[in-house]
Structure formats: structure tokens, C-alpha cells
């Protein structure tokens, strides 16, 4: 039987290329996930582990904490130990001319245990000496033998600031480093000193790196310095782990990655719908094929093939097909990472990318293919078995709810829909994504189960509709439910593919709809420009106030794409949570900039944020406390207001309240009575945008506000900023997750594909007869073309109807604890949905209906 089937294979391969292809993208698929993470942790790791590549021990706290400088005198006690160098690092900013750079500063290592390689100029060796990495020299135009100034407080700037500065030489440029705790910034090297300044005088190290005498043996030094820090852990060394530099380097990947795989993970769950399609795919194949060799497989029995031999027969076909297409779907995932890996190299951010491919990764994608592909074969292969010796050539017999099969298979899918449906509404009701899960799986599970119920009725229904295109139409709509065990499992494995995407899309467009009213319910107005004319009392990280142009409302108003203005000036201080901020403001003017309706300012009341529940609050005036009634807002982004008329009637903030908001007294230079919040605090103005602005105007709205105003960017905010950094987030999640989806899809119309091409083979003769009957070629294609719609149309359109259901529930089921979850239907995306189904039905259909048109009428009833 071996030999049959290896001729059977061979004589037919042309058949069994669809589920060579739907197994081979299914182990790809899952064999890349699982290089994924590898891959990820071998770059860590290749990154991460320059940092400690001289090192042979090192010497850190537990979650990274800093190592206590106690260690350095413990440690010098231990024999076998060459050099001792504690890593220490500090922050700042580098400027030269208008650009800054934010910069990490790493202290100089003795030469044995120094990773960084000197590229031009020399390794700095003085106090005031420092290296920069040379991409960032480059960008700045930095070359050996320029100064830099480094300010008190940590701010790196040129030399020539007016600020009190230390002059720093830049002595050499050094290759930047791939370790992903110092990418994003300046590399820069410099004394201890310079690091210790800027850590406020302290001595703060990450880690003590350790270099052995040469006779020295790495396990017994380690063992002594293990037992030293656990004598001195009373003394304030903490706990402290002794680790090789390859350990050091896993245990920091481990911090970096969480410990955990939840990229493989998640990628795992798309890979397993993939396989699920292909286990479809294959399972619908060799059913065909056992169908269309039933006189072959009678023939066997009647020449004394057994039971066990016909079946072996069949699985013996299935694990040669399934091996050769899992090999290739290996090799297909290592050449695909490999490129991703390429790609990823000549980014700045994935310079260190190094592809990793762990024998697990192809074996379990191989074993995981051939497995799939022999359960998928064991029906089939089952069936065969039950061929009389006396059977004649039919296909196989649909699945009847009156059969001892039907029942069984009807009875267990209601029980596994109705249990599934009640945990998923469950979860939608209560918000609790982990009930709601499993919920949608089984139930799930239980449509695919009784698929074969409703899958053909839908089919002949929406047949109909092709009456209208005469014999063609009628022909396609009868042999499109002909066989409906075939035409169920080709649109089963369709229908899988496109719930899932239509639930991410509905999904992903509800959750958008979600934010939105989110925000126009939190955020009262489109965008706020916050801490103009502040100073740096209130601002510890500038040392000048932020300039205030004299009319800024005028200029504001002036950038395209502003509706609208008003101002806010900090002006006392309300009794409230510790002293709350009131800010005075126009109402005519904060009326046109407010979002809300019915939101209005008047004399005499504080318009409040929504947490604001006090019928009345009490104020800090000049004039003596002041009672006001609050009026609550439904914003919760808000702050209380009053009208300017009101502010002056108050009077100000009188200067104790000031001095003990700003928790300290009121700088000496400055007289407190005439000082004001606004000195300190600065005023915002809040901006009303024009209807209609994408993403991109947003963006380029708060630049042209950044460069009128010289504000930093940070002071820019507001809803639609928001909603432009959530949608996209919600555009990339949606593109990722739907291209994922898209290998399932591209599985499932190639098993559309191969039911028709197999059914062109199984009606060869009844082709021919219709030919000989009269019907054109351009019939014959009409007719294969609308069954391969029907089929994928009708999928399209069940998968869709799901999609939406599992996308409303599991949106309710994830935002429901956080939002009033806004259902929204992407229509334009679900009719690009069917459209691109029945556009692939149709292509589908052009190689099988080719064949069929090409063969003639005389040859086609001639064959037996």
C-alpha cells in the first residue's frame, strides 16, 4: 500500500497542491512566531551584552537596583579579582545652536573593562574630557576638539551659555552603542565626577563589573563574592546577585521583555486560526479525493485490500504531502525572518537585529503541519474504509439531521452555541474580557459545528438570485448545494477567516467611536496652550519664563485653522482638595471656544470640573474669603473658572495663600503683594478648531502653534491631539492584526479554489455532456464562475453577520468597564469585504473553468 500511495501522489500531485500550500503557510506562519521571540531575545541580548563584554562577572541588585558603593569596599577583600569598576550614568540635554539632544552619560571604565571602541581622536582621560558617540557628532557637527558647557542641574548646552558652566573637551568620537538602555540619546563618556555632579553629589551605580586575574577560576571567585555580600547585606549592600556577563546579559532581557512572550503569544492565537483554515482546507480535499476514487478503492477491496489497508493507504498520502509542504513552510518562515531581519538592520532603531532560528521553532512547525494534516486526512481516510467492494463512483452523503450523525453533530453544536453565547453575554454585560473570551470561542466552535445546517440552505437562497442569468446561473446555483458536505467545509474555512476580520474591524472602528465621545465628553475644547509667561518656580526644568507675545490671542487666531480663542489667567485660589487653581476668563469669548452645550459662564459662579459635587465653594480674594455657587461641567478636564468681571471684584490672590501654594516662601527679589499666580503659574488659552481636520492638519496645527508661540510641544494639548494619537494606535493594531488575519483568508479562498477545481474533475463527464447538449464555453465558465461566487459570496456574507455580533460583544466585553461603549459599523469596510470574496471567488474560478472549457465534448464522455 506504500507503494499506492507514493504513485498516487505522484500521478496525481496536481491535486493535492492546495493543501501543500494551505499547510505550508500555516507552519510558516506558526515556525516564524516562534522565531519571533527568539529572534527578539537574541538582539537583546546581542545588544544588551555589549555592555558587559569585557566583563567576567558583574555584580547587580535585584530588579535593578542600584548596587550600594559598600559593595567596592567588600569586594576588596576578595582574592582572584584584577580590576573593580562601578557603572555609573546620569541625564541631561546637549545643545548646539537650536537643536537639543537629550544625552546619557556613561562614566569612563578602566581600559581592561571598557566596552566603548574609539573611532576618531583619542578616549577621554581628564576631568573635564568627554567622548560622543559619532552618528550624534555627526548630526550636531561636533568634532574632536570642541568644548561643551556643562550646566548645574544636569542641562548640557554649547559653550557660551549665560548660564553658570564647566567647560568639557571633546576629546575622541566613539561607536554608538546597540544597547537599547542608551539608543534615543547622545553617548557620551566622562569622568566620574562629571556623572557624580549631575546625580546631585551622589555615587549611584547600576551595576560592578569584575575582571579576574588570569589564574584566577571564575565559579570559586564567584562563590566568595557571593558569600562576602551576604555577609555585609546588614551593612546596606541589599540583595545582590553575582552573575557571569552572559547571565548579567539573560537577566536583563528577561527585565526588558517582562519576563514573558506576549508578542508570541498573541502571535500564536493568529497562527492557530491559520492552522485551524488549513486543517479545513485539507480535511475538504481528501474528502473529495476518497469520494472521487470510490470504484478505485472497491476495486482494492475486491482484489483483498483490507479495511486497515485502504485506510493506511490514505493517511500515508496525507504525511507525504503534509511533510514536504510543512519542510517548505519551515524553510518559507526562516527566509521571510531573515528578511524582516535585513529590513530591520538598516533602521537606526534595529541596527542590532539578529535573526535567531532555534531548532524548536522548525520542529514543532513541522510536526505541528504533518499532525494537522493527519487528523484533517483521519475522516477522509475513514470514510474510504467504508466503501463497499461492490459501491459505485458518488460522492459522499451530506450530513442529515435525521442520521445517527446528524443528530449527535446537531445536539452538540446547540449545546456548545447556547453555552458559549451565555458566557460571552455574560462577559459583554459585566465588562470582563476573561469570560468573554472563552465565550466567543466556544461559541464559535458551535456555529463551525453546525454549519453544515445553514451553510447549504443559505447558499440555495442566495442561488436564487442567479436565476435572473439564465441556464449558466440555474446550473451553478444547483451544483453549488450538489454536494453540501463540500460546499459547507469550503465556506466554513471562508467564513472563519472573515468573522475574524470583520470582528476586528467593527472592533476596532467601535473602540474609535468609543474614545471620541470619551473625549468630547472629558475635554471641553479642541486644544489648550498651557504655561505661557510662567515662571521657573512652578517649572524646575527651565531657568527662564516661557516669553508671552504681547497679543497672543491675535496670533492665535491668526494660524489657519482656528476657529476661535480665549484666555485664562490664573487669578486665586479656591479652598478646595489643598487649594485648587480658578482661572478668570471672557464669557462671550469661552462660550465660542466650548464644546458643550448649555455650558454657560456668568458673574458671580465658578464654572467647575465634573468632580466638582459642592453646591458652593469658598475662595482666597484680596478682599477676604468669598463664597461662590459651583456649577458643575460634564468635563473632567477642566478647570474652575470664573468671569473676569468676578476676578476683579475679588481682587487678587492675597501673598500668604501664594507663599504657601507654592510651598515655600515667594522668591526675596520679588515684593509678594505684587506678585500674581500668573507670575508663576503662566496662562493658557484654550482653542476652538474648524470642523473636519484629519490627523495630519492636527499635527500640523500644533507645530505652526509651537513655532508662533515658542511653546515646547508638550504644552500643546488637548482632544484633538487625543484622538489623533488614539486612532493611531487604533490604525496600526487594526492593520497588524487584520495583515495577520489575511494568511487564514488566503487559505481559505485557495480551498475555494480547490473544491472547484476538484469538481471540475468529478463532473468532467457531465461537463462534456452539457457541452454536447448545447451549452457554449462561455457558458461552462459562467457557470463555474457564479458557483465559486455563491460560494465565497455567501461565506463572505455569514462571516460578515458574525464579524459584527463578536465585534459588538467583545468591544462591550473590553471598554465596558471604562466607557459607554458606542457601537460602530464600518459599512465601507465590510462591503470592500464581500467585494474582495467574490472578486477572489471569481479568479478562483478562471484555472478550473479553463480546463473544463478546454476539454472536448467527445473526449469527456470517453473517459471511464
Not at 42 to 49: F, V, W
Not at 570 to 592: N, T
Not at 758 to 782: D, F, H, I, M, P
Request: hydrophobic residues 50%; aromatic residues 4%; glycine residues 10%.
Amino acid at each position: 500500500m506504500l507503494q499506492l500511495a507514493l504513485a498516487q501522489v505522484r500521478v496525481h500531485a496536481r491535486r493535492f497542491i492546495a493543501v501543500g500550500i494551505a499547510v505550508m503557510l500555516g507552519v510558516a506562519f506558526l515556525s516564524a512566531t516562534l522565531m519571533v521571540g527568539a529572534t527578539t531575545n537574541a538582539s537583546l541580548g546581542e545588544s544588551i551584552g555589549a555592555s558587559y563584554a569585557e566583563a567576567d562577572l558583574v555584580v547587580s541588585g535585584e530588579d535593578a537596583v542600584p548596587v550600594p558603593t559598600g559593595v567596592l569596599d567588600a569586594l576588596a577583600r576578595v582574592d582572584g579579582l584584577d580590576v573593580v569598576h562601578g557603572l555609573e550614568r546620569a541625564y541631561g540635554q546637549i545643545t548646539t545652536g537650536t537643536t537639543t539632544s537629550f544625552a546619557v552619560l556613561t562614566a569612563t571604565a578602566p581600559d581592561r573593562l571598557e566596552p566603548a571602541v574609539v573611532t576618531s581622536g583619542s578616549y577621554p582621560s581628564q576631568p573635564d574630557e568627554v567622548a560622543l558617540d559619532e552618528a550624534s557628532a555627526a548630526r550636531l557637527k561636533v568634532v574632536p576638539g570642541d568644548v561643551l558647557a556643562l550646566e548645574p542641574g544636569g542641562m548640557v548646552t554649547a559653550a557660551g551659555s549665560d548660564a553658570a558652566s564647566s567647560d568639557l573637551l571633546v576629546t575622541g568620537l566613539i561607536e554608538p552603542s546597540a544597547d537599547p538602555r542608551l539608543t534615543g540619546g547622545m553617548q557620551v563618556l566622562a569622568a566620574e565626577s562629571v556623572i557624580r555632579e549631575l546625580n546631585g553629589g551622589e555615587t549611584i551605580m547600576e551595576n560592578v563589573q569584575l575582571a579576574l586575574d588570569p589564574a584566577a577560576d571564575t565559579g570559586a571567585v564567584a562563590l566568595k563574592i557571593s558569600s562576602v555580600l551576604g555577609g555585609t547585606s546588614a551593612d546596606g549592600t541589599g540583595d545582590l546577585v553575582v552573575r557571569t556577563a552572559q547571565e548579567q546579559t539573560l537577566a536583563d532581557v528577561a527585565r526588558l521583555s517582562g519576563g514573558g512572550n506576549a508578542l508570541t503569544l498573541i502571535l500564536l492565537a493568529f497562527a492557530a486560526v491559520a492552522v485551524l483554515v488549513a486543517g479545513l482546507v485539507i480535511s475538504n480535499t481528501f474528502s473529495v479525493l476518497v469520494a472521487q476514487r470510490t470504484r478505485e478503492l472497491a476495486l482494492l477491496r475486491c482484489i483483498g485490500a483490507d479495511r486497515g489497508q485502504i485506510r493506511s493507504s490514505v493517511l500515508v498520502e496525507a504525511a507525504i504531502v503534509g511533510l514536504v509542504a510543512s519542510v517548505l513552510g519551515a524553510l518559507l518562515a526562516v527566509g521571510v525572518m531573515a528578511g524582516l531581519v535585513g529590513l530591520a538592520r538598516q533602521t537606526d532603531f534595529g541596527s542590532f537585529a539578529v535573526l535567531a532560528v532555534p531548532a524548536s521553532a522548525v520542529l514543532v512547525g513541522i510536526a505541528v503541519g504533518l499532525s494537522i494534516t493527519l487528523l484533517a486526512a483521519l475522516l477522509p481516510a475513514r470514510a474510504a474504509t467504508r466503501v463497499a467492494p461492490l459501491a459505485a463512483l458518488r460522492p459522499s452523503d451530506p450530513v442529515a439531521v435525521r442520521s445517527r450523525s446528524g443528530r449527535v453533530r446537531l445536539t452538540v453544536g446547540v449545546v456548545i452555541l447556547i453555552s458559549g453565547a451565555a458566557l460571552l453575554t455574560v462577559g459583554a454585560l459585566t465588562a470582563s474580557l476573561l469570560t468573554a473570551v472563552p465565550g466567543g470561542a466556544l461559541s464559535f466552535l458551535g456555529v463551525v459545528l453546525l454549519a453544515p445546517f445553514f451553510v447549504p440552505v443559505s447558499v440555495a437562497v442566495v442561488g436564487r438570485m442567479a436565476r435572473p442569468l439564465g441556464v449558466p446561473g440555474v446550473l451553478a446555483a444547483v451544483n453549488a448545494v450538489r454536494n453540501p458536505a463540500r460546499t459547507t467545509a469550503s465556506s466554513a474555512a471562508l467564513m472563519v477567516g472573515v468573522t475574524l476580520v470583520t470582528m476586528v474591524m467593527v472592533g476596532g472602528q467601535s473602540a474609535r467611536s468609543t474614545f471620541d465621545a470619551e473625549l468630547d465628553r472629558n475635554y471641553a475644547v479642541d486644544l489648550e496652550v498651557s504655561g505661557i509667561g510662567a515662571s521657573s518656580v512652578l517649572m524646575p526644568g527651565t531657568t527662564t519664563a516661557t516669553a508671552a507675545p504681547d497679543d497672543l490671542t491675535s496670533i492665535l487666531l491668526g494660524i489657519d485653522g482656528v476657529r476661535s480663542v480665549v484666555e485664562l489667567t490664573p487669578v486665586m485660589l479656591a479652598r478646595k482638595d489643598g487649594g485648587s487653581l480658578v482661572y478668570a476668563a471672557d464669557p462671550a469669548a469661552l462660550e465660542r471656544v466650548l464644546r458643550s452645550e448649555g455650558t454657560e459662564l456668568t458673574d458671580g459662579m465658578v464654572l467647575a470640573p465634573e468632580g466638582w459635587t459642592d453646591e458652593e465653594v469658598v475662595l482666597d480674594a484680596g478682599d477676604g474669603p468669598s463664597t461662590l455657587p459651583v456649577v458643575a461641567t460634564d468635563a473632567a478636564f477642566f478647570v474652575p473658572i470664573i468671569s473676569t468681571a468676578t476676578a476683579e471684584r475679588l481682587g487678587g490672590t492675597p501673598p500668604d495663600a501664594l507663599a504657601a501654594y507654592l510651598a515655600g516662601p515667594v522668591p526675596g527679589d520679588q515684593h509678594p503683594a505684587a506678585e500674581t499666580l500668573a507670575s508663576f503659574v503662566g496662562s493658557s488659552f484654550w482653542l476652538g478648531l474648524d470642523a473636519g481636520m484629519d490627523a495630519g492638519a492636527v499635527r500640523d496645527l500644533q507645530s505652526r502653534i509651537v513655532d508662533a508661540t515658542g511653546v515646547s510641544e508638550y504644552q500643546v494639548s488637548g482632544a484633538a491631539l487625543e484622538r489623533v494619537a488614539f486612532n493611531d494606535i487604533i490604525d496600526v493594531m487594526l492593520l497588524i492584526v487584520t495583515g495577520l488575519l489575511a494568511v487564514a483568508v488566503l487559505i481559505a479562498l485557495i480551498g475555494v479554489a480547490n473544491t472547484l477545481s476538484l469538481s471540475v474533475l468529478e463532473r468532467r463527464r457531465e461537463n462534456s455532456l452539457l457541452r454536447a447538449l448545447g451549452l457554449t464555453r462561455g457558458q461552462l465558465r459562467g457557470m463555474l464562475a457564479v458557483e465559486a461566487v455563491l460560494i465565497a459570496g455567501v461565506a463572505a456574507l455569514l462571516g460578515s453577520i458574525l464579524g459584527v455580533l463578536y465585534g459588538w460583544l467583545g468591544t462591550q466585553s473590553a471598554l465596558g468597564g471604562i466607557a459607554d461603549v458606542s457601537v460602530s459599523v464600518p459599512l465601507g469596510q465590510l462591503a470592500a469585504v464581500l467585494g474582495v470574496a467574490v472578486a477572489a471567488g471569481l479568479l478562483a474560478s478562471v484555472l478550473p473553468a479553463r480546463r473544463a472549457a478546454r476539454l472536448s465534448p467527445v473526449a469527456g464522455l470517453a473517459t471511464e
